[in-house]
């Protein structure tokens, strides 16, 4: 049997696009958060594992800025404003150290 949906229920190509932009976007923050940590506690090069967290921040942010305003998207907003912060502190102090072993 087919099932028809009305002109204002049918998704849009441009929804599933921006869906699959937004899903891939969030694998590679968690990616690069991995990345990140991995380097960090294998005692890697401290500049290399802050630039991969700031590369995952500047994803979170991107992400952020697409979504949708909702009651829901402002929960995720929150806890991912959060993660950015986290993230954030973490990418300056492994950068500052590996600029000051390089001196």
Sequence with gaps: ???????DQE??????????IM????D???GL??????????GGNDIDAGTKYFEAVYLM???VQRLPPTEEND????????????YTKIAQKL???????DL
């Design 1 to 7: 049997q087919h099932c028809s949906l009305s002109r």
């Design 11 to 20: 998704p849009t190509h441009k929804h599933w696009e921006r869906s699959i």
């Design 23 to 26: 899903s891939l976007s969030l």
């Design 28 to 30: 590679a923050v968690f």
């Design 33 to 42: 958060l991995e990345a990140a940590t991995k380097l960090k506690k294998e």
């Design 61 to 63: 942010k991107s992400y």
């Design 75 to 86: 929960k995720t907003k929150a806890l991912l404003y959060e993660n950015i912060e986290h």
């Design 95 to 101: 950068v500052s150290a590996g600029n000051q072993q």
